[in-house]
């Protein structure tokens, strides 16, 4: 089992910037990618970005440029600088962790972004 936990939303005028984390606990070995995802009202969900273990990134080509993510291997933490926001980056974003060996995906309870134009 992984449990996730999310802090950094709120809400922040178009141009600003936020920082999301994402702390995990449980069998941290297991995990194969952390990422984020964000889901707008009448939306599906949908990938930012996530990294390997090893540091290796990937992000939707919208989110390019604009979101860094990143790791903390030390802590089980992963971070999402988001900058120069916009307001159709108003989301909630989730945190997940994926096990490929069990082809498992686990959620954090998700934080609300909020842009304001």
């Known amino acids: 089992q992984v449990q996730l936990v999310e802090s950094g939303g709120g809400l922040v005028q178009a141009g600003g910037s936020l920082r999301l984390s994402c702390a995990a606990s449980?069998?941290?070995?297991?995990?194969?990618?952390l990422g984020w995802y964000r889901q707008a009202p009448g939306n599906q969900r949908e990938l930012v970005a996530r990294?390997?273990?090893?540091?290796?990134?990937y992000y939707a080509d919208s989110m390019k440029g604009r979101f860094t993510i990143s790791r903390d291997n030390a802590k089980n933490t992963v971070y999402l600088q988001m900058n120069s926001l916009k307001p159709e980056d108003t989301a909630v974003y989730y945190c997940?962790?994926?096990?490929?060996?069990?082809?498992?995906?686990?959620w954090g309870q998700g934080t609300q972004v909020t842009v304001s134009s």
């Open positions: 997940n962790a994926y096990q490929g060996l069990r082809d498992k995906n686990y």
């Open positions: 990294i390997w273990t090893a540091g290796t990134t």
């Open positions: 449980g069998n941290i070995p297991s995990i194969d990618t």
